[in-house]
């Protein structure tokens, strides 16, 4: 399976961005699909998942509450709603996929197969 990420940009503080992973070459079925990100100098960092036949999600500590994670099965796409962005949410994000969900997992770049490539998102005034 192929991702495609995309809906960064530029935000102001306190505003808000969707990104989208888009599915290609076959359908998420059993996949857990998560978003990553990093920001220079840093390791890439978890931030949601979800699993894509039960809509059950995972989420950063620092996100919770600001950030949703959701799917959309007609369009095999999976989102991530961010409001109330913070100047340190600025980063390249990045979808990702595995097979299937890892129960106790999912907050690991190693626990991920597959890798879209990453979107920028610049939150500044």
């Known amino acids: 399976v192929q991702l495609q990420a995309s809906g960064g940009g530029l935000v102001q503080p306190g505003g808000f961005l969707r990104l989208s992973c888009t599915a290609s070459g076959g359908s998420f079925g059993n996949y857990g699909i998560g978003w990553f990100r990093q920001a220079p100098g840093n390791e890439r960092e978890f931030v949601a998942a979800i699993r894509w036949s039960t809509g059950s999600t995972l989420y950063a500590d620092s996100v919770k509450g600001r950030f949703t994670i959701s799917r959309d099965r007609a369009k095999n796409t999976v989102y991530l709603q961010m409001n109330s962005l913070k100047a340190e949410n600025t980063a390249v994000y990045f979808c990702?996929?595995?097979?299937?969900?890892?129960?106790?997992?999912?907050?690991?770049?190693?626990?991920?197969?597959?890798w879209g490539q990453g979107t920028l998102v610049t939150v500044s005034s």
């Open positions: 990702a996929a595995r097979p299937r969900w890892l129960v106790g997992g999912m907050s690991r770049p190693d626990d991920y197969s597959y």
